[in-house]
Structure formats: structure tokens, C-alpha cells
């Protein structure tokens, strides 16, 4: 693993199943992050974590939940999901929060029908 | 409202010329701007910075402005190539909290 990986690289989903979206960074970065890339608004952030054990919301958190179990994984779920979660996802880290630069995955393009 | 505009949904500019993608922010107590370059079906990466002690930064043919004042920050490219060709996002920050992204500029190169 080198940067940050995510899984899967794309989903279709039925409205109303649970989803999880995976990410994984192998830079031992304290701060991570989930943000949402749609059409016109950019990247917005959904929520992220400081330091493992640790989780924020941020901009657009209705409707997902995250997790920091660890340094290395942040899982991003979408427990019953709706078609306006259709969207890029894209996870990031830094070393610390509001660090001088994010790292970011290649993305998760996740259609909800 | 959104705190971080780049107004321009797209630019066009022909090879080896300049280009020049702008963005203004509202927040005051932003301190640090980043600027990002996206290919599709990629992750952004990081392109370039400036903290706002500084006006200007400059990194091979990139180039970030900054004016405080205007609250208006801009991205040059000299000489563009069809490689450029690409999304560019700025950023901005609080110190200590979360960055806020702009909507995006799609930047295309014409040979």
C-alpha cells in the first residue's frame, strides 16, 4: 500500500441498503477525512477524525456515520442510503487537522437508484 | 454561502500561453490557501500554497497570488501545456480547523 486506498472504485446501490466505503492510508497520519465531489459545489466535507478514537462532523454529515478504530482505517457508512448520496467520495488525511496539505485517494463513485 | 468562490466553471487557453484561475473567499481569518489539481477518475493533488504572511509564491511555472485586501487569491500557469489541462480547486483554512474548498475551475489546454 502506498497513499491512501480506497474500496470500492465504484457502487451502484439500491435506496434503503447499507453501505460502507472503505479507506485506508499507510502515511501514520494523525488527521483523516470524507468528502463528498459534486457537480458545482466541489468538495465538501462529511466528517473526519483528529486522531484515532476521535470523529467530527463536518459540513454534510446527515445520513453517514464514520468510525477510527484505528491510525490506518476510517470507514465512511451510509446506514439506509437515499439517491442524493449519488456522488464522488473521496478520502483524505493529514498529518495533523487543518495540516498544510491533504493526501487523497482515488475515490469511490457511488450511484444510489 | 459558500465561503471559498472560484466563479469560473471553465477556461479555456491555448498552449504555451497564460493561464489565470481566480478565487475569492469571504473569511477574513483565513490564513493558509492551497490550490489542488484534479485529472479524472483521480484523487486532487496538491499543487501549490501560500500562508498570509506572504503575496505571492511562486514553483516552477506555477505561480499563487494573494491580496489580502480583495480577499482574492489567483493561480498562474506560464507556459500552459496540454498536460494542465485539468480541475483546480482552491482551499482555505482557519488556522487549526478544517479546510474549505471552492467549486472548481476545469482548465483545458488547447494545442
Known amino acids: 500500500i502506498a497513499g491512501i486506498t480506497q474500496a470500492p472504485t465504484s457502487q451502484i446501490l439500491a435506496a434503503g441498503r447499507r453501505m460502507t466505503l472503505r479507506c485506508t492510508q499507510d502515511?501514520?497520519?494523525?488527521?483523516m477525512y470524507w468528502y463528498r465531489q459534486d457537480l458545482g459545489l466541489g468538495l465538501r466535507l462529511i466528517h473526519y477524525?483528529?486522531?484515532?478514537?476521535?470523529?467530527g462532523k463536518g459540513e454534510v454529515p446527515d445520513g453517514y456515520s464514520v468510525s477510527r478504530a484505528n491510525t490506518d482505517d476510517f470507514p465512511l457508512t451510509l446506514a439506509s442510503a437515499v439517491p442524493s448520496q449519488t456522488s464522488v467520495y473521496f478520502c483524505?488525511?493529514?498529518?495533523?487537522?487543518?495540516?498544510?496539505?491533504?493526501?487523497f485517494g482515488p475515490g469511490t463513485r457511488l450511484t444510489v437508484l | 454561502d459558500q465561503q471559498v468562490k472560484q466563479n469560473s466553471p471553465s477556461l479555456s487557453v491555448q498552449e504555451g500561453r497564460i493561464s489565470i484561475l481566480n478565487c475569492d473567499y469571504t473569511?477574513?481569518?483565513?490564513?493558509?490557501f492551497l490550490w489542488y489539481k484534479k485529472y479524472p477518475a483521480e484523487g486532487p493533488t496538491f499543487l501549490i500554497s501560500?500562508?498570509?504572511?506572504?503575496d505571492k509564491n511562486e514553483d516552477g511555472r506555477f505561480t499563487v497570488f494573494l491580496n489580502k485586501s480583495a480577499k482574492h487569491l489567483s493561480l498562474h500557469i506560464v507556459p500552459s501545456q496540454p498536460g494542465d489541462s485539468a480541475v483546480y480547486f482552491c482551499?482555505?483554512?482557519?488556522?487549526?480547523?478544517?479546510?474549505?474548498f471552492g467549486p472548481g475551475t476545469r482548465l483545458s489546454v488547447l494545442p
Open positions: 483524505a488525511s493529514s498529518g495533523q487537522q487543518g495540516g498544510n496539505e491533504q493526501f
Open positions: 502515511m501514520r497520519h494523525n488527521a
Open positions: 477524525s483528529n486522531t484515532a478514537g476521535t470523529t
Open positions: 473569511n477574513s481569518m483565513f490564513d493558509y
Open positions: 501560500i500562508s498570509s504572511i506572504k
Open positions: 482551499a482555505a483554512r482557519v488556522h487549526g480547523q478544517n479546510f474549505v
